[in-house]
């Protein structure tokens, strides 16, 4: 089960790397084998599927955002608490953004789905 404590921990210290644009820092929070879906994989990365899976497409993929975004900023809104995931309600460059965030045992992020307005 997640706890506020370690909700809100999350979100701060995954806001701030991606606002420091800090890839190695938002990397930490992921298992090695983590799935992320979003329709900008299917935009920026060509995958149809909207899936990337493990650590280094991923972390392809946001080296490629973040050349094509360089003012990248976010702003948390709120923090949703599930049995074992979390939910951030952020402002991003587009606008209102979502994001699902499933945990393992060890607090590893292994899959994760973004959702934009």
Not at 28 to 42: A, G, M, R, V
């Amino acid at each position: 089960m997640i706890d506020k404590s370690f909700a809100n921990r999350f979100a701060t210290e995954w806001i701030e790397s991606w606002n420091m644009h800090d890839l190695n820092r938002v990397l930490s929070h992921y298992s090695d084998d983590f799935e992320l879906t979003s329709p900008y994989i299917i935009k920026i990365a060509g995958e149809i599927s909207g899936t990337l899976k493990g650590k280094d497409a991923v972390a392809s993929y946001w080296a490629k955002a973040l050349q094509y975004v360089p003012n990248l900023h976010f702003e948390l809104i709120d923090t949703l608490i599930g049995v074992d995931s979390i939910t951030l309600y952020y402002r991003g460059v587009t606008g209102s953004v979502s994001e699902v965030f499933h945990f393992n045992k060890s607090k590893k992020v292994i899959q994760a789905f973004v959702h934009y307005c």
